[in-house]
């Protein structure tokens, strides 16, 4: 299928690899040239534009940093509404804001292009391996005629419902992932401080109440699990500013719909102050050591 | 074996007719007669007094409400101490603070009682099923000792190390408990707040890195899920008030091993709230009612 | 002076009557004609649109509740940009979001048109009375213009620095008597629970480090002081979803200056829930309720 | 008078020499030998226990660090209870909770010793130049006896209610202070990243309705006053420490009242993620730091 992919980041660079080797023809675009060139040499074709990159496709797939760049590719100068044929779908994977996302949505189908939002979970490393969950927003149909393209990308495609639940399913799902993070951290310091071996407190609860994935997959206790960013000094894996980012989203969908998020907006603000400290760029288990005791 | 067991509330009388089924001969104390009297219709022998009791078992096991009552019934006048053989082991079911627990333990061993702590999870529930889990705090030799005892009350019987390290594991997992369930019903709420379908949303979560026995086990949003207290009002489980008392071992113990818990403690102070405006008697997962929108 | 006032609401209205008593000729426009009739029974001229009445003034003066407001009012389509004289002077008293205040002042300055941002406070009682304070983002040129005609309608007007700076001191104000009016209520509270006399410990916090407007001029606790909203059922003041607004836009702010605001946030959040409650027109002092036992 | 003075520390120390300098006869104790030296080279006699010491007085006044010392000193072997004449009145400078400040002086009461609880604001400094204020819990004919001998340790001497309210006005009036200065500290930060003078932010905030003690009185922001621990690397002042501890008595209050403290509770943790990362000894307005951005 004649595919038009825009945004070759560190996400959108390995899910259009994915694409080119399942055996689609791909256009590319993006404002950085290398990112293109990566494409091209795997044999993508190179747009001068996100319209003249739409005009290729018969899907047309995003990958962008935030709103205000999905807005301004979709519905800006040079962009996909005006480059696209009447029909085309549209699918965009970043994780941006439900009302933003439901905005562009209705404006495309206004202009005969279904839309799906379709955000995933899974890091590089999911993109890398074609393993990443997408979480779709769109009508019945449109998510028909995309999952099997999705599959090329991705290992679980959950349709969501209406357009933007995509994006409603992604910042809850990751607001609860802040929270339980830290709540985690808490309570692996405080057993330790008191004195039980971190090892079988972290067996004690994720075989209990207190089970949850940010304990028992991913655990930010140094020495607990192997292989997770807290045994490589909270390298890799998912960005402190990252998981920021997606509280913020969660902050902003929770004041338009009127929501009180406590523990939402608590987590919110000590990323925040752990990223001012400096280690945005760490993964976000490491706010463990936020917490850690002065030698 | 001859076991003397101390405190028959709600979950002392269920475990101790597990003990009689299992075929131990019992003596029994507490200070509420018709307690006693359940206990002796089935083949238990009511004594006098803590002392009294403690003086005929070979074991003796206490269930008690809270750290003076166990200092009152372990030290104080006719007590435990008092009546306790020398080499008798002594087993504290109750849920108190580490420091209580070590030091009271630490007295017990210096008259000859080698003494453990093992508070226990599975609520009434898990009392009658003998399906408890129990954490204990004590030496291997003890644990040995007690284990096969145990086993009559429950199915996890769990060595986390020495004395105290039963509470510890106990309030730690506690802690975290209580902030997941907050922090799933403001992802729930948020979620259909902003028009994705709650069963959806519990799904995808339950799939993704929100995970946790909150969302998957215990999901507190009315609908999601069949047999768990929200769907029956939020009657029956783990009152908010006894999330509270663990949320307030875990704050005092937090204070004194200077450890910061920033999330455990407003998720205290919610439940507080919750408690306050009239709802202390509902399970705690009733919380997310105090985040819903006025009619 | 020839002045055009465009949003004639509860604080606009009072505001331009002032004016008009000082003598100056208004033009004035909203989109309700009702608030427009309340001012030109006065004496004032209704203008057909913003552009309209823009080309009127010497001096333009707008008072919105939102900064979509404001940039729809000055930038879009018969706006003021396209009305008013070059080098006319633009003063915004909207509360908004300095990134946006100091976006549209850089598109008027790029027109020939000099802009201040100047939020309010002091209430629908100060813009009655004439009392308002007026903090003023702009050129020390601009200030000294505008200054003699705030005053009219004003007792303080505060030069902040450039343009924008009105909005930070007022988001900033305005995020800590949110954080000072929920500590009052808890120490209020607090005290009582534990038996002192509330009026007693008033009279101490404000004689002490505790100390703060919200203690010793609107005491939140019922029958500590005369003539505040708590001595009349939380009637009138400073509605809570006023608060709301600001905290949000303090939250806004300080994720843009990527500042950690851990109490704000918490504020910010206590009182969405006390308005999703259904007390949003509640002053805000009544949040205190929040924290009552019930009966 | 005949004065018995019981603790001699930072604050006791100079509190004793006060009442020496007005003339008081002294006897003192401490378990201290350097402190009690130097209250006897100025004329004080030293007693060999708090037996001892309340044996010579006519009054007994305390001032010591937390809650078990004072039932040490009063309850226990060689305590005052133990050497105090009938009728002599007992007054404990010490901040304590509640709780315990009712127990003690309704055992003291008990034995024909009238008691208050007296605890203090006003930090070293008041202490050397006798203008603490004195919150004072007991009854009217306590309070009347003991007024004029505080007049020569301090400057406001409060009568606050019956016993244990003088602790209570402490512990509110001081989690409110907590709480108000973590406020400041947000908003001056959040102010300054926005760019507005820090100087002139405080200026506004501090003739408008952000107004407090923690503002206008002991600003965090350091260049905004003189003569504040932030003019002097948060060196003097009242330590982290300090403020923690108070914090835990209202929180603990506030778990007994059950009174949901959200914000106290937040400022709670704050200052122990502050203490923890090895700040305690700092005046309690250095959190300010824990918010700066990393250079």
Known sequence: MKISFIGLGHMGAPMARNLLKAGHALTVFDIVKTN??????????????????AAQGEIVITMLPSSPHVKAVYLGADSILAGAARGVTLIDCSTI????????AAMSLAQGNPMADAPVSGG??????GTLTFMVGGTHEV???IAPILKHMGKNIVHCGASGTGQVAKI??????????????????LGASLGIDPKVLAGIINTSSGRCWSSDTYNPFPGV??????????TGGFGADLMLKDLGLAADAARQAKQSV????????LYQMFSAQGFGGKDFSGIINMYRKAP
Do not use: K, W
Request: with cysteine; hydrophobic share 45%.
């Open 262 to 269: 406590v523990m939402g907006a608590a987590a919110q603000q």
């Open 143 to 145: 998510f028909e005629r």
């Open 172 to 189: 809850c799902n990751n607001m609860l992932l802040g929270i339980t993070m830290i709540g985690v951290a808490e309570a692996m310091n």
């Open 36 to 53: 293109v060139d990566g494409l091209t040499a795997l044999g993508a074709v190179a747009a001068s534009s996100p319209q003249a990159c």
């Open 97 to 104: 804001d439900p009302h933003s996302a439901r905005e562009v």
């Open 124 to 129: 590089t490393g999911g993109a890398e391996a």
């Open 225 to 234: 699990m192997e292989n997770v960013p807290a045994a490589r000094g909270y």
